[in-house]
């Protein structure tokens, strides 16, 4: 048997059931049934383990799966809809059979030592109920949602109303909202309309600015890297810039690709966005419709005949018209060289920004190509922004180091006053009481889109006192604890326990582990910007710390079984 190292966990439960199959398969020989569900079973862990899920068990042709256990991620619950979306669309299009799904959201008691295929249960909580009772209320070929799970996904998964389930051992109706269909193929493909103003990124902004500005007026590269945790402002950042530069007189390039963090075919998927986007492939296109595109999109600024073939042929994985198995070694440096000299001629015809969203999500081979592109373009008007949080600097502390035309703005949290004003601005609302305005303050911690989220549920809620930690701000901040290492979270927790304030001393008197690593732990947390070393500590002797978003000390303590 595994260990057991239990934590309370916000999973989304995904429940799927076969229609009708218990009532077909009383007549069948047992090898007759198991040959029956094995390619359904098969077909059903590809799908959820596609999205991230972990399939926790099997019964006959029911499945159970979890997502955000063992491991969370930001957006869990989407990927649950999106899993159960591409298991009833798989349904639909195979004869003879029906499924019935259904997804929800909530707390759990989880074991995340389990070993589910040794048949080990990994979640304990109401939230499993309530997933198998949504999954028996679902229509055929249909899929059910919770309320949280609903809240969490909306603006990427549209949905119909439903009719509340009676579900069992529940006081009241549950509110259900039936998945009808993705708004997108994925939800980083999703912008959220602003709605505030710009507030305390005057001096960032005009950096970016400027850093255009250098790149049009020497006709020289340049690499610009906003880092900063998630909900700080980066993409708000980007999305400024464009809007300058869709006003500006003089025309220029914009291409745009994020790095997704789960999906297949992934690796320079940021890349092949933008190269897709300037050939104006689209998802509905042919390979002879792809291949004809790229051709005329490489011809239009590559006169060379010979040489716009090399670029094509080197183009073809990232179109999907070739296994990415050709960017293996030696050819990986070829293509590089052929990228290279397409973004150069699209450059060299008109002033290029070339925007790598997301890159701590990239794997190194794209983190390689943004560093040769830098390196070796030259002559041209390039300007290369990219948005990434503190992770991509502990996979490469030298990220744009060495560089002279390479810069990173690190992005601060907003000052009181700033995050006043757009919590103001969000509410429409001049003056706060001082009550609410402080309990706002302190919630946010001049991270916006906290503030942002906590505003939506004063809104609704219409008092600031007992506001719950939003989903949307759990989900992050449990996701940053989850892609933590072991010994560092479980650091991290027992720091919790302390309060917002700790001190080394007292971690290493309580942990197995000596006070070097203790230190070195918390070092290493400090880079990562969880943590923030006091200049003076009020314990004589003593290395004082303390938690750098109380929000973070509140999930990782929230976590800890009673």
């Known amino acids: 048997m595994a260990g057991t190292r239990k934590e309370r966990k916000v999973v989304t439960v995904l429940f799927a059931d076969l229609v009708g199959f218990t009532t077909r398969a009383e007549t069948l020989d047992p090898e007759d049934v198991e040959a029956i569900l094995a390619p359904y079973h098969d077909r059903l862990r590809f799908e959820l383990e596609r999205f991230g899920g972990t399939v926790e068990k099997f019964i006959g042709d029911a499945v159970m799966a979890l997502f955000g256990a063992p491991i969370a991620h930001e957006d869990d619950s989407e990927r649950a809809v ?14 003879g059979l029906e499924v019935r799904v259904g997804v929800t959201t909530g707390e759990a008691l989880v074991n995340v030592a389990a070993r589910p295929d040794l048949g080990e249960a990994m979640a304990a909580g109401d939230v499993v109920n309530t997933a198998a009772r949504l999954q028996s209320a679902a229509p055929v070929n249909g899929i059910l949602v919770g309320e949280a799970t609903y809240r969490g996904t909306s603006a990427a998964v549209e949905y119909r109303e439903a009719d509340p389930v009676d579900a069992k051992g529940k006081a009241q109706p549950v ?22 103003p710009l507030v305390g990124r005057g001096r960032e902004l005009e950096s970016l600015r400027d850093a ?51 999906g297949e075919g992934v690796s320079f998927w940021a890349l092949a966005e933008m190269i897709k986007a300037q050939a104006g492939v689209l998802e509905t296109d042919g390979l002879e419709q792809v291949e004809s595109k790229l051709a005329a999109a490489v011809a239009s600024v590559v006169p060379d005949e010979t040489e716009a073939r090399w670029i094509v042929g080197h183009l073809r994985p990232l179109a999907g018209l070739s296994a990415d198995a ?10 590089f060289s052929a990228w290279r000299q397409l973004l150069e001629a699209l450059a060299d015809t008109q002033p290029a920004v070339l925007v790598f969203e997301d890159l701590h999500w990239a794997d ?9 592109l830098v390196d070796w373009a030259s002559g041209v008007p390039l300007l290369v922004l990219c948005t990434a949080r503190p992770e991509l600097l502990e996979r490469r502390p030298g990220w744009g180091g060495g560089k002279l035309n390479a810069h990173t703005i ?29 309990q706002l303050l302190a919630r946010a911690e001049g991270n916006p889109l906290y503030a942002e989220q906590y505003v939506r549920m004063l809104a609704e809620r219409g008092e600031a006192e007992g506001l719950r930690l939003p989903e949307t701000v759990q989900g ?13 979270k479980a650091l991290l927790q027992d720091a919790a326990v302390h309060g917002k304030v700790f001190w080394a001393g007292a971690l290493a008197d309580g942990d197995a582990a000596p006070r070097r ?46």
């Open 82 to 95: 999106r899993a159960a979306l591409a298991i009833r669309d798989w349904a639909r299009e195979t004869e």
């Open 175 to 196: 509110n259900v909202w039936e998945a009808v269909q993705a708004r997108s193929r994925f939800g980083v493909d999703v912008e959220q309309p602003d709605t505030a």
């Open 212 to 262: 255009l500005e250098r790149v049009r007026r020497e006709r020289s590269p340049q690499l610009v890297t906003l880092v900063g945790v998630p909900g700080i402002g980066k993409s708000r950042l980007v999305r400024e810039l464009f809007a300058a530069v869709e006003v500006d007189p003089e025309l220029i390039l914009w291409r745009q690709g994020r790095s997704l963090p789960y």
């Open 326 to 335: 050709e960017l293996a070694g030696d050819r990986r440096a070829e293509a």
């Open 364 to 372: 190194e081979g794209l983190l390689d190509f943004v560093d040769h």
């Open 410 to 438: 690190s992005l601060a949290p907003l000052s009181d006053t700033d995050t006043a004003r757009l919590v103001a601005s969000l509410l429409d609302q001049p003056v706060l009481d001082a009550g609410t305005q402080a």
């Open 476 to 488: 992050i901040i449990s996701a940053r604890l989850d892609a933590l290492s072991p010994d560092e």
């Open 517 to 562: 690593l203790v230190e070195e732990r918390l070092h290493g947390l400090e880079r990562k910007e969880f943590v923030q070393r006091a200049r003076r500590s009020s314990v004589a002797g003593e290395t004082e710390y303390a938690f750098r978003h109380l929000l973070l000390r509140d999930v990782a303590y929230g976590q800890i079984p009673r």
